[in-house]
């Protein structure tokens, strides 16, 4: 396999999970280490940036990399010189990629190039990955002059059709790519080195498997530590980097007192931990749920905040809410049959109109609604509001009446040691509500719904394609409000009358 930007930056950060990628089959951790920025908005976000050149060419001929290295080649060395996308070079064992190549305006046969980022700021990894490519395509004989970023700009609004000279802003990071390049080759032949190489490196698991984001080969790396290892691997990590670790089961929760930055407390933790026995506060819960007001609405939200904005009148990364599953239990009888009523967009049009004018529908004037950590279904409702003016009464009646199950577990009224000091939904369905069961969805987590729900409004060639991916998004988000339903009853029928 050749060496690429993704694998030379793997290797930067481990020389092990680099040959764990390309020389085994080892098992991925399952970590939630997938963006939109490697997927399809990627892919979006491009071709919008390519909209600056509306002379240039395309270098993609399908996937055929063979072939689109010869485009690349052809177009580079054509007449007249005029931008050039998706070109594509391979050299030596390595490969490289560019979004778009215009020629340099004041030196015959050089190039300056620009890599396209669904990001609003600049970070070390984006410069790594540009000194690899400008490398790689010198040594190909594309003559590189400037290397540039295409930033989105998060001030920018849609107005009509997107705006790309608005959307984007083009950062010259040629002097710091410049100082990157001379360690590139040096640090390719290592990686190379390692790649044929028939050992496993020998790293120690640390700091540098969990940040920015878990490692997928932690599996590999971390199950046959020994208790000590894993407490001398943890020294100096961070809760919100070492979290994703114990609630996968590779580190035991004995190691908090070792760990800095958690919120829930500290003592309470070891002691469920230590006594594997829950830490409940039956007094704070029942508090809590004394609040609730029939009708009960069980209320959950999936979307999109594309990089680059869909629709008129919104801006990059925000919130866009074009799902939303809503079971209702009407009297404290009808828990066993409650009803269940939802929404989906088509992917044709905005769907804030439509998904405001559901929740006007089917969400009762009175009654509670139940949301889990109901901060963000305050914002999106608030977000509503903004947008629909006509709605915006209805809308902010809902907002006031919101009521979160995440608050017992979130303020430690409520520690299992099997949440393995996780509290999300995912984290204590198992426990509190067992017959709910993700693993066998298609989409099991919000990540995923939310990259599937972008497809929904980018791809409009394959109807077939967008039935099932909507048939997923319903069975999964339909999962998320019936397991708010179950946890709540377990919770009333446990401690309503402590």
Not at 258 to 273: C, M
Request: with cysteine; aromatic share 10%.
């Amino acid at each position: 396999m050749p060496l690429n930007e993704n694998l030379f930056l793997t290797g930067l950060r481990c020389p092990r999970a680099l040959w764990l990628e390309v020389k085994t089959n080892a098992k991925k951790s399952n970590f939630k280490t997938v963006s939109l920025n490697d997927t399809e908005e990627k892919k979006f976000i491009a071709k919008a940036a390519q909209k600056l050149f509306p002379n240039g060419l395309s270098c993609r001929i399908g996937e055929n990399f063979e072939l689109n290295a010869i485009e690349t080649q052809q177009q580079i060395h054509g007449c007249p010189k005029q931008p050039i996308f998706d070109a594509f070079v391979q050299f030596n064992g390595t490969e490289a990629f560019c979004d778009i190549l215009f020629p340099d305006p004041c030196k015959t046969d050089f190039w300056h190039m620009i890599k396209v980022m669904a990001a609003a700021r600049l970070m070390r990894r984006h410069i790594n990955d540009l000194a690899m490519t400008w490398h790689i395509f010198n040594s190909s004989g594309i003559n590189i002059s400037r290397s540039m970023l295409a930033f989105v700009d998060t001030s920018y609004t849609r107005n009509g059709d997107l705006d790309p000279e608005k959307l984007f802003k083009l950062l010259d990071v040629t002097p710091q790519v410049w100082a990157t390049l001379p360690r590139v080759p040096q640090i390719l032949e290592t990686q190379q080195d390692v790649l044929l190489s028939p050992n496993e490196p020998l790293i120690f698991p640390g700091a540098h498997c969990l940040k920015p984001s878990p490692c997928s080969f932690v599996d590999s790396c971390w199950t046959a530590l020994t208790p000590q290892d894993r407490s001398k691997a943890v020294q100096g990590v961070g809760w919100r980097d070492v979290k994703p670790l114990i609630q996968e089961g590779y580190l035991d929760l004995t190691l908090l007192s070792e760990i800095s930055g958690i919120r829930i407390p500290k003592a309470s933790l070891l002691e469920a931990a230590a006594t594997k026995t829950p830490i409940i506060n039956k007094e704070a819960i029942k508090k809590h749920l004394d609040k609730l007001v029939y009708p009960l609405h069980f209320l959950d939200f999936e979307t999109i905040a594309p990089a680059a904005p869909i629709f008129s009148g919104t801006s990059p990364f925000e919130t866009i809410p074009a799902q939303a599953s809503l079971h209702i239990v009407k009297t404290p009888g009808d828990w066993s049959e409650p009803l269940h009523f939802e929404f989906i967009t088509s992917g044709n049009t905005d769907p804030r109109p439509e998904i405001a004018q559901f929740l006007t529908s089917f969400v009762k004037a009175e009654g509670s609604i139940v949301a889990y950590n109901a901060k963000f279904e305050y914002s999106v409702l608030a977000g509503l509001a903004v947008h629909l003016p006509m709605l915006r009464e209805a809308l902010r009646g809902m907002m006031a009446r919101l009521w979160d199950l995440y608050t017992p577990f979130q303020k430690g009224h409520f520690i299992h040691p099997d949440f393995r000091a996780g509290f999300s939904l995912k984290a204590i369905a198992p426990i509190l509500a067992p017959e709910i069961n993700y693993r066998n969805l298609k989409i099991q987590d919000g990540l995923k719904a939310s990259i599937a729900l972008f497809k929904l409004f980018i791809n409009h060639d394959d109807q077939s394609k967008k039935n099932q991916l909507m048939k997923d998004l319903k069975t999964y988000c339909a999962m998320d409000t019936l397991a708010l339903v179950q946890i709540t009853k377990r919770l009333k029928n446990t401690f309503q009358q402590a």
